[in-house]
């Protein structure tokens, strides 16, 4: 599996990414505002994307919304500290497949993958 990150705090990146690779995951890009997401989107062709909901420059609904005008198929995590029903619902209903709330661990992540059913191989078997 493909991913970009998007997200303004570079710990959050460090962390995502880490937790990715230990899952089986290669990260393809990393985004810290939200025009950089949809540039990284349209280039590297990812097939999940993590979008923080608040980045400077272009929210992350906004990136949401705008991947899915042009592609329903790409898996999309929103991630953030402000995880309201409000904005969760807002997430669900703009095409968002889940919501990882901060802060987070590698089990939560791993069980928000299984929940949206990505596949999920360790980083032993993707070696």
Partial sequence: MKVVIADDSSSIRI??????????HEVIGEA?????ALKLVAEKK??????????????GLSVLRAIRYENRKIWIVMVSSAATL???LAASQSGSNGFLKK???????????????????SSEEAA
């Fill in 32 to 36: 810290v505002n939200g025009y950089e």
């Fill in 46 to 59: 990812p097939d999940l994307v993590t979008l923080d909901l608040v980045m400077p420059e272009l929210d």
């Fill in 86 to 88: 409000a904005n969760e």
């Fill in 103 to 121: 802060p987070f661990d590698k089990e939560s992540l791993r069980q928000l993958i299984l929940k949206i059913n990505i596949p999920i191989q």
């Fill in 15 to 24: 962390k995502l990414g880490r937790y990715f690779k230990e899952l089986g």
